[in-house]
């Protein structure tokens, strides 16, 4: 069996191959790290069967469902999960076979609704439902401290003691651990009994994750982040430094428009040499008085060098094949020094 792990901050994603028949599952992939399978699958020639999510994550976001659209894979969840993409959805017992690799699905429910452990010859992926002296925390959406001792002590922890385990989470570098090391020594596991258990993981009052909501939405609906939005945009207009801008802004023939897409109260505090002003928010409005040839040269601008980046991509879809965003904003060319408008 092969196996590699990818860590993005705290978070742990794996790829299991079957070397016999090069068949891999992936399980629990986080969207900063697409390119990174690809090359991974590339480089060891394995193809994809699966692509699993153990749960709906609440504090990062899944690339489950763009890269099984990109690989034509199958997205795997559990029956529970109120994501509407997955292809396959997993009762407690159900197994995935890929190649020689049998996968398990034990449903565990407690760090959410819809968490499952995948249990695989001498190893179990444990998601977040059992950490590396840890346990996934409960209190958020369908968290569930009774389901999670049910789910620990009834069932994740009944495993063979020499069951290897590798979580979905974590943050001191440690590659895996086992059940009987856990049980002996996972602070949490030390609180057997139920109520006990879940006083302690009702007490624990942890901070929001960073991306909560964002994560939640786009992993329940499959829709896309704010991120992704931009950098899906990023690949489809190019971009002008703010060095080649200004070149051109300062030489004689003065051969392009700069599209200043911000507020009116901005852009009157100070704007690009020359700018014309059409806030974001009327672009598609006017965008035909204001431009009645489509081949005229446009370089978009705002403050930070986002809404101009998805505004170049509109304006491209409009038919204005020359147009590129400002690679910054306003507030960095400022700061660069360079001439501005009152
Ligand atoms: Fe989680």
């Not at 925390?137 to 922890?157: K, N, Q, V």
């Not at 023939?253 to 700069?258: P, T």
């Not at 431009?291 to 978009?300: A, E, G």
């Amino acid at each position: 069996m092969l196996l590699e792990t990818f860590a993005a901050g705290g978070c742990r994603s794996y790829v299991v191959g079957c070397e016999a028949t090069r068949s891999a599952v992936l399980i629990d992939p986080e969207l900063s790290l697409i390119d990174r399978y690809r090359g991974h699958l590339a480089q060891t020639g394995l193809v994809l069967h699966y692509i699993v999510d153990t749960h709906t994550h609440a504090d990062h976001f899944s690339a489950s469902r763009e890269l099984g659209k990109a690989l034509g894979v199958p997205v795997v969840m559990n029956r529970l999960s109120p994501a509407p993409y997955p292809d396959l959805r997993l009762d407690d017992g159900d197994m995935l076979i890929a190649g020689q690799l049998k996968l398990r699905a034990l449903h565990t429910p407690g760090h959410t609704r819809d968490s499952l452990c995948l249990v695989m010859d001498d190893r179990v992926f444990t998601g977040d439902t059992l950490l590396i002296g840890g346990t996934g925390r409960t209190d958020l959406p369908t968290g569930d401290p009774h389901a999670l001792h049910e789910s620990l002590f009834d069932r994740l922890l009944k495993l063979p003691g020499e069951t290897l385990v590798f979580p979905a989470h974590e943050y001191k570098g440690r590659d895996h651990t086992t059940i009987a090391e856990e049980i002996a020594s996972n602070p949490r596991l030390q609180k057997t009994d139920r109520a006990e258990f879940v006083a302690m993981m009702q007490a624990l009052d942890l901070a929001a994750p960073t991306h909560l909501t964002e994560a939640l939405r786009t992993n329940m609906t499959g829709a896309k982040s704010v991120a992704q939005l931009l950098a899906e945009a990023s690949a489809k207009a190019p971009f002008m430094s703010m060095q080649e801008l200004s070149g051109r802004l300062g030489g004689n023939s003065r051969d392009l428009v700069v599209l200043d897409l911000r507020e009116k109260d901005a852009f009157e505090q100070g704007h690009l040499p020359g700018a014309r002003h059409l806030p974001r928010g009327q672009l598609e409005l006017r965008v035909n008085a204001e431009f009645p040839d489509p081949t005229v040269r446009i370089v978009t601008c705002c403050e930070f060098g986002k809404i101009s980046t998805l505004a170049a991509v509109t304006l491209r879809e409009l038919g204005f094949l020359r147009v590129a965003a400002l690679d910054g904003g306003v507030k960095a060319w400022r700061e660069a020094g360079l001439p501005l408008d009152g």
